[in-house]
């Protein structure tokens, strides 16, 4: 796996085409309300927009993208709810696998897996275990994940891994915890987005958002498309990434 610079430890290469993508897929319920539909109608409509943003990301040449499914908290919601998404989850991984792999997609799952149905959890590991040669593109998708679960995850099993670090936690430092990230082996998302008109994170990637340009729009999740990612990516275009250096810096080193 290859070594990512920490944003905030140097200066990251930085692309026209972001290189990870890490959406925030938001406003299912609303897109469905506005149609007199039942909420499960926007989340399978969801899934079209998955396939076809997935498609399209690939084709632009971004290397990652990260989509997050299910948060930690969205267990709050009405059971019949949470059931329906974790059926749609597993009917979207037997039903897209096969595409995935012959279109060069590696598929990755994050989150606490382990409040699952086991049924769930053998297919992802049935589908994260696929080797794709020479893939395009990763996609990681996050399914009961939240970012304070990650970062304390990490730390839990660097202390027991490294006993040493735990006797002497000054030694603990960035490079010691990013390998026990869920993220691990991934570059830092360059860009965010979040549809459905909300400006949060929501637990998202806490920690690997640190320096990531941040994209909000109002459009719901099932009307996401590629002109939808490209005015996104236009907008990522737009911005000057100084990583805390300033702008004077940034042209001198162009
Ligand atoms: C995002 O859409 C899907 C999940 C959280 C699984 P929502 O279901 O949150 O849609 P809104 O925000 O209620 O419109
Ligand atoms: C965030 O959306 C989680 C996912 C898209 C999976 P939510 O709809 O759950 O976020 P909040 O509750 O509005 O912050
Ligand atoms: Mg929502």
């Given at each position: 796996?290859?070594?990512?610079?920490?944003?905030?430890?140097?200066?990251?290469?930085?692309?026209?085409?972001?290189?990870?993508?890490?959406?925030?897929?938001?406003?299912?319920?609303?897109?469905?309300?506005?149609?007199?539909?039942p909420r499960v109608a926007g989340h399978a409509k969801g899934v079209e927009a998955v396939r076809n943003t997935v498609e399209a990301c690939a084709r632009r040449g971004v290397e990652f993208l990260t989509l997050f499914a299910f948060s930690s908290e969205n267990w709050r919601r009405p059971p019949d709810e949470v059931s329906l998404l974790m059926r749609l989850f597993m009917t979207a991984l037997q039903r897209e696998l096969a595409g995935l792999t012959e279109n060069g997609i590696r598929l990755r799952v994050v989150g606490d897996l382990s409040a699952f149905e086991p049924r769930i959890r053998e297919l992802v590991e049935v589908a994260t275990a696929r080797p794709v040669p020479a893939a395009r593109m990763t996609l990681t998708v996050a399914a009961n994940y939240g970012g304070r679960w990650d970062i304390l995850q990490a730390m839990r099993r660097l202390l027991v891994e490294r006993p040493d670090l735990a006797a002497d936690p000054r030694l603990i430092d960035e490079a010691a915890l990013e390998p026990f990230l869920a993220m691990a082996g991934c570059p830092e998302p360059d860009l965010f987005i979040r549809t459905g008109g909300e400006q949060?994170?929501?637990?998202?990637?806490?920690?690997?958002?640190?320096?990531?340009?941040?994209?909000?729009?109002?459009?719901?999740?099932?009307?996401f498309d590629a002109a939808a990612l490209d005015k996104a990516i236009l907008s990522y275009r737009s911005r000057e990434r100084r990583f805390g250096q300033t702008s004077a810096q940034i042209a001198a080193s162009a």
């Open positions: 796996m290859p070594v990512f610079t920490s944003s905030t430890v140097g200066l990251p290469d930085v692309r026209e085409v972001p290189r990870h993508v890490a959406i925030i897929m938001d406003g299912n319920g609303r897109w469905a309300t506005s149609r007199l539909l949060r994170i929501s637990n998202f990637l806490l920690w690997q958002l640190a320096y990531t340009e941040l994209y909000f729009t109002d459009t719901f999740w099932p009307d």
